[in-house]
């Protein structure tokens, strides 16, 4: 299986910024998508953002447009999200998820393997 690893969450107040990581054990994901979820205590998973790794297309939640920009380097090895002007309601825990189905889908279930996430929060 692939193994996908996040990092870079942490503790930040309200306006703050933060810029979380994942790191994809094998470069399988050229034609592929690769996403950012998030779960908060009590609540369902919810997609943030997805790319395609082969075409560079994106898609992104309602609730962070404007404020999270989801990206990737050139060999599809990390994928990054960098969040800007966080807000309290930010605060969940973060995974990475990818799949090798052709749209970047928002959906959990359209996704076969999750890393096992960091956590954000905002104060």
């Known amino acids: 299986d692939v193994q996908l690893v996040e990092s870079g969450g942490g503790s930040v107040q309200a306006g703050g910024s933060l810029r979380l990581s994942c790191v994809a054990s094998?470069?399988?994901?050229?034609?592929?998508?690769m996403g950012w979820y998030r779960e908060a205590p009590g609540q369902a998973r919810e997609g943030i953002a997805a790319i395609n790794s082969g075409t560079g297309d994106a898609h992104g939640a309602d609730s962070v447009k404007g404020r999270f920009t989801i990206s990737e380097d050139n060999m599809g090895d990390f994928l990054y999200l960098q969040m800007n002007s966080l807000k309290p309601e930010d605060t969940a825990m973060y995974y990475c998820?990818?799949?090798?189905?052709?749209?970047?889908?928002?959906?959990?279930?359209?996704?076969?393997?999750w890393g096992h996430g960091t956590q954000v929060t905002v104060s």
């Open positions: 094998e470069s399988t994901y050229r034609s592929g998508c």
């Open positions: 998820a990818a799949t090798y189905n052709y749209f970047p889908s928002l959906r959990p279930t359209d996704y076969d393997f």
